[in-house]
């Protein structure tokens, strides 16, 4: 008799392990739904700080050069999307336009070298005062 006993035993236990692996992928599915849901509230939060960068608010210094970061791979994107256009029109692609030197652009740190946004007196990344 006590053979069955740890049977049953031994059954119980493997159902409660069962039922708790599907509570858990239960749980499981749910967190990776409510990261999803942050993750896309995250994208929403982007797009209104980007609006507010285009619309010329003023934006923190962080937020600013988040947003030059975002405006210079638009423009190297339009630089890439004009050659594709002229390759396929037959025509030789025109070369890239240089960046400015960082000495007439003011866009530059003269302490680190990071890039400061436009509307930014100080650089972002260490603190100094722009020189224009």
Do not use: H
């Amino acid at each position: 008799m006590a053979i069955f006993n740890k049977l049953g035993d031994i059954a119980k236990s493997a159902s409660k392990s069962a039922g708790d692996a599907i509570e858990i992928s239960k749980l499981t599915a749910k967190i990776r739904a409510e990261k999803a849901s942050i993750d896309q509230v995250k994208i929403d939060i982007g797009e209104i700080i980007w609006q507010q960068y285009a619309d010329g608010e003023e934006l923190t210094a962080a937020l600013a050069e988040l947003c030059e970061k975002i405006k210079d791979g638009l423009a190297a994107i339009e630089i890439l999307e004009n050659s594709i256009a002229s390759i396929k029109e037959g025509e030789a692609a025109p070369p890239p336009k240089p960046e400015a030197p960082a000495e007439t652009t003011g866009l530059f740190c003269p302490s680190c070298g990071e890039r400061i946004a436009p509307n930014s007196r100080f650089c972002g990344s260490c603190g100094a005062k722009r020189e224009d």
